[in-house]
């Protein structure tokens, strides 16, 4: 409470000098505003590229966000409140929403920061209908993502350039975004780091954006999982530093963390003296539900004007130059089928009016499958202690207040091992590889020292595998012409029979990790439904049964050749056939890196921002 209140008198005394930037309703702009940019969503992609934009005074830039920002409101009676309806003392970024900022209580966000979407039945994966989570608030799904800082192979996007025929989304030409983005900083327990990552590949210089370290916390299982890389070397090597282009081995987990807290893309981005730019306003609660066709006497159909919600009512605003659509893989189709830019023939059944047809909108959409499976552990030193004692956490809690440290600053997961299944492996004997090759990883394990998913009694390790190269494909439809109601999410889970194959020989590599003489004695008999996954049907079943999404969509607005006849947006991110429209967010790209996005779609917002500025400057 001491540091709300502090917070609190901060901010309240910084808010005078943020000419109100930070809009709670469209109705809130002044009267007679131009602008001339729109970006439509503040969420990962969308913060930067305001930013960005921003920084030319000359450019008036206007950012639609449809979630509420995670701000402190304050009672009359001196109170903090969480009722977004009341009137903010002062507003700032992911302020004030403790599980979001603290990286341990991630699974605790509240769901009024979620879009809370769910999936259409999964056929191929027992018919499921799964929880889908994206981020409803400033920074997006950055703001309550896991944190992980994995940028892939430099073959993922060696293969974005050689497909799109763009040289500048090749690894070499896209790096320089990666340390432009990046601001290394000391882990929160301010720990002797080398040996840990490779210095040479990150920005140490204090001049990138989004604060990002290795953990800050020692966890017990450390030093078992290191011992492992020495007992079974051969499959289980060390790697120094896992984001040098070449991802294999075991290495130092490496977040979106800084002085042990979550630094999202609205924090990184729309800092306090961002947002005193009088040439930036963000609107929250602003939910867009069109992009439009403004009269355009020669050359290709211009879409500048923007509809949206404020309240009760629709209204538009007019983009004078670009109107940049960054409301992600899910929502950015959403928006643009909605505004007739999709399948004609599709669109004629919802009785949407065609503006341009684009057949691939919504479709190739990919995501990275992925699975949890716990053992019992010989310990009592696992997370599970902390979530199943209300009073000790609480006190942790206060810990992190005050110190911004101890075993709160991490998610408990202190190291990730990427690696490739075996090329006599069924699922490659049978399908060819889907990932492009080289040192380019099939499958993420991550040691969780604790039951991070499961609602389990006792203490627990914890493996949490994400399969990267999926080959399965699904899409983003619309279920009725009203753009308020909710998309259908089909990711087509293990509609290729590659993924499922994969996954058994990836859950079988991970039985070997843990059966290391490192873990003697610590891991114990396997819990759930694992525990009878014995057999390869059963194991098939175990798949089948309990592979969900690791919340990792992209290419529903892929990026293809300027001359393609396929694909939505050219290399250089413009809608293909329309004006004045480009999307910068995970949907451009064509296919899933090997890792977790977040790195990746912030050096698309990076360059995106250079390639519109040069368009405009």
Known sequence: MARFLRAALFWAASFAFCNGALLQSFSDLPKGSSFDFIVIGG????????????????????????????????SPQGTIVTDLRAPPLFLYSNEGILQSEIPLLLLQIPTQFSWNYTTTPQAAAGGREIAYP?????????????????????????????FTGDSGWSW?????YFLKNEKWVPPADNHNTIGQFDPAFHNL?????????????????????????????????????????????LGFLQSTIGNGTRSSSAVAYLTPSVMARPNLQIVLNARVTRVLQVPSSKGPKSFRQVELSDGSKLVTVTAQKEVILSAGAVNTPHVLLHS???????????????????????????????????????????????????????????????????????????????????????????FPDPSPGGKTPHFELSISNGATFAALQGNFITAIL???????????????????????????????????????????????????PSWDGYVLEPQGEFANATTDQALEEFVINNAGTSAHPVGTASMSPKDANFGVVDPDL?????????????????????AHPQAAVYVIAERAADLIKADWE
């Open 43 to 74: 969420g990962t992609a969308g913060s930067v590229v305001a930013s960005r934009l921003s920084e030319n005074p000359k450019f008036n830039v206007l950012v639609l966000e449809a979630g509420p920002s995670s701000v402190l409101h304050m």
């Open 134 to 162: 994206r981020g409803f608030l400033l920074g997006g799904s950055s703001s309550v993502n896991a944190m992980y800082y994995t940028r892939g192979s430099s073959r993922d996007f060696d293969r974005f350039a050689n």
């Open 172 to 176: 070499d030409s896209i790096f320089p």
């Open 205 to 249: 210089k204090g001049t990138g954006m989004n604060s990002v370290s290795l953990p800050g916390f020692t966890q017990e299982i450390d030093a078992r999982v290191l011992q492992t890389s020495k007992d079974l070397p051969s499959e289980f090597p060390f790697t120094l530093d896992y984001n040098d282009g070449t991802p294999l081995g």
């Open 340 to 430: 007739g830019i999709g399948d004609k023939s599709e669109l004629k059944k919802l009785n949407i009016p065609s503006t341009l047809n684009l057949p691939s909108v919504g479709k190739n959409l990919s995501d990275h499958p992925g699975l949890g499976f716990s053992y019992a552990a010989n310990s009592t030193k696992t997370i599970d202690t902390i979530f199943s004692n209300a009073t000790l956490e609480s006190e942790l809690i206060d810990k992190w207040e005050s110190t911004h440290d101890g075993p709160l600053v991490t998610i408990d997961v202190n190291h990730i091992f990427l690696s490739r299944i075996p090329d006599n492996s069924p699922a490659l004997q049978k």
């Open 466 to 516: 994400v399969h990267l190269t999926p080959a399965s494909r699904g899409s983003i439809t619309l279920q009725s012409n009203n753009p308020f109601d909710p998309p259908l999410i089909d990711p087509g889970f293990l509609t290729n029979e590659f993924d499922t194959l994969a996954l058994k020989e990836e859950v079988t590599i991970i039985k070997r990790f843990f059966a290391a």
């Open 574 to 594: 413009k809608v293909k056939g329309a004006a004045g429209l480009r999307i910068v967010d995970a949907s451009i790209m064509p296919f899933v890196v090997a």
